[in-house]
């Protein structure tokens, strides 16, 4: 980033952040979540050659002797990474302040230039901390100590309204988030799916087929209903004209297979 870039960040930050040293100590909801570790807020750039264990050491010093309780400081990261995030938690969180200095025409171009740089860091920032569902619960944040994933705390919505490009971000927000929909090719094939079937429905081609195989298909079980039917009666006729059954024996004996030559003709006959 720019250093010019980073001198407007830096100060509308201090800017946003004036008369709040302890806000974060006094605030219930913040002393709540943060009351397991601590936040490093630099300013110099000359401390990221500082000995990390000496910073570790003051820092839980000073947590100790302001709070009174214990506390365990997480140095993950890098100094640009914690000055990023640090931007990105004063934007969030005295967003509506912005929302109302916007509106001073003196002002205008200095929160635009502002607006453009957290613009840039909301961007690389929301797709590793947001995942947004199109169905059931609206979104997830895993970066909940900096960051809000909210339409209503977008940054293009406040560039649009103060006229900063000749293009409008408005309702960009959206598209932003399109890639971070992970329930998106479920919603898209089920949708497709009945937008498909509602077309066939309202096909009168598909209509005049459909009834051609419904028709087909009742006469066809109409025929094989009437062939049982019909097999059954004929079986219950010839029982009723035999009912002993030696009729049937008669003609199955004359069938029987005989023996040529010099063998005899046997034949069977039985009496009625």
Not at 33 to 62: G, M, R, V
Not at 64 to 74: H, V, Y
Not at 100 to 112: F, G, P, R
Not at 149 to 173: H, R, T, V
Request: proline residues 1%.
């Amino acid at each position: 980033m720019k250093d010019t870039e980073e001198n407007v960040l830096e100060d509308i930050s201090k800017e946003l952040s004036k008369n709040e040293k302890f806000d974060k100590i006094n605030d219930d909801s913040v002393t709540t979540e943060n009351s397991s570790y601590c936040k490093a807020t630099t300013w110099n750039n000359s401390l990221a050659k500082c000995d990390i264990s000496k910073i570790n050491s003051i820092i839980i010093y000073a947590y100790n002797e302001i709070i009174g309780e214990s506390c365990t400081f997480d140095l993950d990261g890098t100094f640009d990474e914690w000055k990023e995030e640090k931007y990105l938690y004063y934007y969030f969180k005295k967003y509506n302040d912005i929302n109302k200095k916007k509106s001073a025409k003196q002002e205008q171009t200095k929160y635009c230039k502002y607006l453009e740089q957290i613009k840039i860091l909301y961007e690389m920032h929301i797709n590793k901390c947001c995942t947004y569902f199109l169905e059931g619960r609206n979104h997830e944040n895993g970066c909940q100590k900096y960051f809000n994933c909210g339409e209503a705390y977008n940054p293009y919505d406040l560039i649009s309204e103060l006229k900063c490009e000749e293009n409008s971000y408005s309702g960009y927000w959206k598209t932003v988030i399109q890639d971070l929909i992970i329930d998106r090719d479920k919603m898209k094939s089920g949708n497709s799916l009945k937008e498909t079937l509602n077309k066939l429905m309202n096909d009168p081609f598909y209509k005049a087929v459909t009834f051609g195989f419904v028709v087909v298909g009742v006469l066809f079980t109409s025929f094989l209903f009437y062939k049982i039917s019909y097999r059954g009666k004929n079986k219950y006729k010839y029982n009723f004209l035999d009912p002993s059954g030696n009729l049937a024996r008669f003609y199955e004996g004359k069938s029987r297979k005989t023996k040529w030559g010099d063998s005899e003709i046997r034949l069977s006959y039985y009496s009625v």
